[in-house]
């Protein structure tokens, strides 16, 4: 039985009279060592090296061992050592020190300090914005460094900050700094919605291409976006949440987007994050702006390649509103580019708008919606015959979306969506002695999407921000796609469908201070007539800032595509009228694995960096096409596929300048590419199509005065680079259709399965701009002069006359040069 009485080393030392040297002993420092030493045994050593009575119940310190080391301590300080981590404490009382049990003391009072991070002219979340603790204004308390980036619906919240007085660092791509004082109260929250005033930057609408990585603030937003030795099939493109199919215009002189329109452009080439998925390229994610709350107001303009009108506004004291409209025709307003052959007719047309209602000051309910639409007509005529060509391609979305601070660390949000991307293509043969009566082939495809997601993100962690979702999509594909548009074989699809479920989990966890790391999966199913298929894809990132100024990050994904473009030949060769089809068991879902490494430092107060990024990826399943030298594909399109690898590695050094009268980037990209398949070039690798080894990018503004601003975008791409042609044997050899669009008649005929390789492409523009004032209205003037790229027809059609309807065209690109430079004027009004 236990004794409540203490033990009898303690009594025997308390009876003793305390003499002034044992009063000096309490006082004095000696080294504890205690090393897996039960706690009374380390009590009662205590009680040796500092002469003192030390009273404990036997009850207390039962099965307790103790681990601790201090090269010097007083009786106080190696007491608390003894009994860290314990519910034991001590008091004392005289001479003596009490042991005792007891609750542990609460954690120290705490607050959190959220809210959500706008545009301070129309009161949009911006999302990335990095909101820091800067420091603390109470002298008893350290300075901190703390920091939290806000999600893409500008929300941050940093919790557990002790009591006091911070000022709140807030720092923005394209905004100035801003510095906000905040009081924390002990167990209180405290809302701080912060509001980024924009950097006065002239935005100059000229195209970008060869992105990798962000784009630069003096840039448009998604003119023409290449992502490096990926073509634009395998690259997803999101607006408000959706995804737009095939965004990208005719010959990419024009945006794919509005950029009046657009919030923020985010684009993802690696590290992506677990909610992005299904594609093997890389991501450009797009966000409309809110409307401006002060009052109604809107640009207009008309030019050389197109009109457009934009309106924004309040509706209301909670509502806003933004709308746009566009409407293209470049062959009708230049009128030099007819003799140089401009397609027989050329247009777009685009609308999008978007309406907020703020609920309450943490939530608020959106719709938008997108509708576009372009056509391109070529024709060829040999030997009294005519080929004629109709393509039409087009997009619609819906969106609508609802988020909620939930309490100051919980953030809610969810959508739906649906979008639909249709492309109609007509050929019509006349004349040709093998078809007297005229032949016309038509093909239609459409695919549709209905999109429901939740996603929950919790910030109660110092050092963890948890993020996790679930999302739902039903596909839905029709139509019929002729042999001729293929060249290979028809593809009936007659209401396919198919359901995709996804739930995905992010831990973003502070590692140490400043380095932060972010570790996801995303878990997919895919269910449709062909089959179900289910994927588990990891992705980690790591940013390590090695000072203030440089930074070191990486980052490593795998993703699982199930829905498959097809481009391989035929009309699809080199337009991005492309359609794609769901996975069975021989055309399986492509896995690709891709990391990155990269560098950055900046200078002059952010103002200048300069960055060095490599990059790897390797992909599996992936699908290409082939066709018999004799006789053809029987069946549909999906006995021409076969599955092979892709391998694409490279890196890029970039110089980008913000500030100042100045500003622009340069960027040099190196990438070496290859694809190998066991049916092709006797099993051995070979470049793609889409490689381009070299590319260089040089964009840059001038403002040298308060009206003025100048512009140039140089962009040299290779292409072409020489390919040794391969010698096909057999009997019933196969030939590639993913580097020519004929077939052999021969066996023994010799193919050079890089023979389409799409050529470089040189992009040369200079513009100038003049703003001006007229009563209430805000002008600007431009004056564009560029080369042939995007402007004249690169397509040359030749007529052939055989039976085989898989064969009665083919097709080439031309490499336009930098000269001759079309001008291209246009006025815009702001009001």
């Known amino acids: 039985m236990k004794t409540a009485c203490t033990c009898c080393i303690s009594l025997l030392v308390a009876l003793l009279p305390v003499s002034s040297a044992r009063a000096q002993g309490i006082e004095s420092r000696v080294p504890v060592h205690l090393a897996g030493v039960s706690l009374r045994s380390s009590l009662d050593s205590l009680m040796r090296w500092f002469p003192v009575a030390i009273v404990y119940l036997d009850s207390d310190v039962e099965g307790m061992t103790v681990n601790a080391s201090s090269p010097q301590s007083t009786i106080e300080e190696a007491l608390d050592l003894v009994l860290s981590g314990t ?131 003096t840039g448009g937003a998604t003119q023409g976006v290449y992502i490096r030795s990926a073509p634009s099939d395998r690259n997803v493109y999101i607006l408000d949440g959706e995804r737009i199919y095939n965004p990208t215009h005719y010959g990419g002189v024009l945006s794919s987007f509005n950029t009046e329109m657009l919030n923020e452009v985010r684009s993802s080439l690696g590290g992506l994050p677990p909610e992005y998925g299904d594609e093997v390229g890389g991501i450009l994610d797009l966000a409309l702006r809110d409307g401006p709350r002060g009052g109604i107001s809107g640009t207009a303009g008309i030019g050389s390649l197109g009109s457009h009108v934009s309106l924004t506004g309040p509706l209301g004291e909670h509502t806003t509103f933004v709308a746009s409209g566009r409407r293209a025709f470049p062959e009708a307003a230049i009128p030099t580019l ?37 056509a391109y007509t070529g024709s060829a005529l040999s030997q009294g015959a005519a080929l004629s060509n109709d393509f039409r391609w087009g997009n619609a979305m819906v969106h609508t979306g609802w988020f909620d601070v939930v309490s100051p660390t919980v953030f809610l949000h969810a959508s739906a969506g649906y979008t639909r991307y249709n492309v109609t293509m007509s050929d019509l043969l006349s004349g040709d002695p093998f078809w007297p009566a005229g032949l016309r082939l038509a093909s239609n495809y459409t695919i549709e999407d209905i999109t429901v ?125 492309i359609f794609w089809y769901a996975p069975n068991d021989t055309t399986r879902p492509s896995t690709s694995l891709q990391a990155t490494l990269g560098i950055g430092r900046s200078f002059a107060g952010d103002a200048a960096e300069v960055s060095l990024e490599t990059y790897y990826r390797s992909t599996n399943n992936y699908h290409g096409f082939v066709t018999s030298s004799q006789g053809g594909i029987s069946g549909d399109l999906n006995g021409a596929v076969i599955l092979g690898t892709g391998t694409l590695y490279g890196g890029d050094i970039a110089l980008r300048n913000h500030g100042g009268p100045f500003t622009g980037s340069l960027i040099y990209s190196l990438t070496w590419a290859f694809q190998k398949f066991p049916e092709l070039n006797g ?78 492409f040189q992009r040369l523009e200079l513009n100038a701009a003049f703003t001006f004032g007229l009563w209430d209205v805000t002008g600007l003037c431009t004056l564009r002069l560029l080369n042939g790229y995007g402007l004249i027809d690169p397509f040359q059609w030749a007529l052939h006359h055989d039976h085989d309807t898989r064969s009665l065209w083919t097709i080439s690109l031309e490499e336009p040069g930098l000269f001759p430079l079309y001008p291209s004027l246009g006025l815009a009004v702001r009001f």
């Open 683 to 760: 099993g051995s690798p070979f470049v793609p199509r889409f490689d381009r080894r070299h590319e260089m990018r040089l964009e840059a503004a001038y403002a040298p005065f308060d009206h003025w601003t100048f512009g140039t975008l140089i962009v040299l791409a290779s292409g072409l680079p020489q390919s040794v042609p391969q010698k096909v044997t057999g009997t019933r050899s196969v030939v590639p259709l993913l580097g020519g669009t004929g077939v052999a008649s021969a066996a023994t005929e010799i193919i050079d399965i890089n023979g389409s390789r799409i050529p470089g």
């Open 338 to 374: 007819s003799e140089a052959g401009t397609p027989g007719r050329l247009g777009l047309y685009e609308w999008m708008a978007k309406l907020s209602r703020r609920l309450s000051a943490g939530s608020a309910l959106s719709i938008s919606g997108y509708f576009g639409g372009d």
């Open 453 to 577: 997601r939740a996603a929950a993100e919790d910030y109660e962690g110092d050092e963890h921000t948890l993020r996790a979702g679930v999302e739902v999509t039903r596909h839905r594909l029709d139509g019929h796609v002729d042999a001729s548009a293929t060249q290979i074989a028809a593809l009936d699809l007659a209401g396919t469908s198919a359901l995709e479920a996804a739930v995905y989990l992010e831990d973003r966890w502070l590692v140490v201070p400043r380095v932060m790391a972010a570790i996801g999966v995303r878990a997919t199913s895919f269910a449709g007539t062909g089959g179900t298929f289910s994927a588990i894809d990891p992705r980690f990132s790591l940013l390590v800032p090695l000072d203030g100024l440089t930074r070191l990050y990486g980052s490593m994904s795998t993703i699982t595509q199930f829905l498959q473009p097809y481009t391989s030949s035929g009309a699809f060769v080199y337009y991005p009228s």
């Open 87 to 217: 519910s034991l404490r001590w008091i004392r009382a005289g001479s003596q020190f009490v042991i005792r049990s007891g609750r542990p003391s609460p954690p120290p009072a705490t607050g959190t300090v959220s809210g959500i991070v706008g545009d301070s002219l129309n009161g949009t979340p911006l999302q990335g914005a990095v909101v820091m603790v800067q420091a603390s204004i109470d002298t008893e308390f350290r300075p901190i460094s703390r920091w939290c980036p806000t999600n893409a619906y500008g929300f941050y919240s940093l919790s557990r900050l002790k009591p006091g007085r911070y000022t709140i660092a807030v720092r923005g791509v394209g905004y100035e700094d801003a510095f906000v004082p905040v009081i924390v109260g002990s167990d209180s929250s405290s809302a701080c919605n912060i509001a980024l005033r924009p950097h006065e930057i002239t935005l100059q609408e000229i195209t970008v291409e060869g992105v990798r990585g962000s784009l630069p603030a």
